[in-house]
């Protein structure tokens, strides 16, 4: 069982950054993957990014690549989320995601490859 944490999220401008983390209780964090997440009211959770349990395989969205990394620290618990260049159509509930495999499938990008979620945490940029 993991349980997930996010923390980070705030109101920046455009073009600013912000650096999300997700800490996560459980003794099985460092066998599993991470995946980022975000959503906005009325939409379907959309893909960020994925990093696998060792933190040396990732995946991002096209939409995001280049402007996000994610990374991991296991001794820490922790995944991080970093991204730059914000545009206002970044603002959204970003939620943290972890599975019980480690490596990264086909299914990343889905909602149903995960088991376990965090509440979320609010991003919210102004132009």
């Known amino acids: 069982q993991v349980q997930l944490v996010e923390s980070g999220g705030g109101t920046v401008q455009a073009g600013g950054s912000l650096r999300l983390s997700c800490t996560a209780s459980g003794r099985t964090f460092s066998r599993s993957a991470v995946g980022w997440f975000r959503q906005v009211p009325g939409k379907d959770r959309e893909f960020v990014a994925a990093?696998?349990?060792?933190?040396?395989?990732?995946y991002y969205a096209d939409s995001m690549k280049g402007r996000v990394n994610i990374s991991r620290d296991n001794a820490q618990n922790t995944a991080y989320l970093q991204m730059n260049n914000l545009k206002p159509e970044d603002t959204a509930v970003y939620f943290c995601?972890?599975?019980?495999?480690?490596?990264?499938?086909?299914?990343?990008?889905?909602?149903?490859?995960?088991?376990?979620w965090g509440q979320g945490t609010q991003v919210t940029v102004s132009s």
């Open positions: 995601a972890a599975d019980s495999q480690g490596t990264l499938t086909r299914e990343v990008a889905t909602t149903r490859h995960w088991d376990y």
């Open positions: 990093i696998n349990w060792g933190g040396v395989v990732t």
